[in-house]
């Protein structure tokens, strides 16, 4: 009987490790907004914050929306989406879109920055993904006043 009993607690064990992998598989977007486990929500509303007053319709430049994305930026992420061989892609009123801005800074946080490192993913949205730290120091600072 004890055997029974340690062959079905096996069972369920494997049965969660594997739906917990399956779910932690799924395409980070808007709705899911961790990756690897990882909850990006806090510093992608303090982004926000700092970027637009969370202002979706904002503009400063060729940066618009609430996250303020460029247009590079949304070529990078069809490049992205592109070489999985995804049949999604991103458009320019994308940006306006504050659930599709989230799935895109997400986009960009899984390939640039697998390991959830907060500073890089502040830091790098501010500079690209050669900034410098001296001058992304004020960007990193007034984000994270506003996660506190």
Do not use: H
Not at 37 to 64: D, K, L, Y
Not at 93 to 105: I, L, N
Not at 108 to 124: D, F
């Amino acid at each position: 009987m004890k055997r029974i009993g340690k062959i079905v607690s096996m069972s369920l064990m494997v049965l969660l490790l594997t739906a917990t992998t399956a779910a932690a598989a799924g395409k980070p977007d808007a709705k899911n907004t961790k990756t690897e486990g990882f909850n990006w929500n806090p510093v992608m509303n303090a982004i926000i914050q700092v970027e637009s007053e969370g202002n979706a319709r904002a503009v400063s430049g060729n940066s618009v929306g609430a996250m303020q994305i460029t247009p590079i930026l949304v070529k990078e992420c069809n490049n992205i989406l592109e070489s999985k061989k995804s049949k999604k892609r991103y458009s320019m009123a994308d940006r306006y879109s504050v659930e599709k801005s989230k799935e895109m800074f997400l986009l960009i946080q899984s390939v640039y920055n697998p390991k959830n490192n907060v500073e890089k993913a502040i830091r790098s949205w501010n500079g690209g993904p050669n900034y410098t730290v001296k001058s992304t120091n004020r960007y990193y600072s007034k984000v994270m006043k506003q996660m506190k």
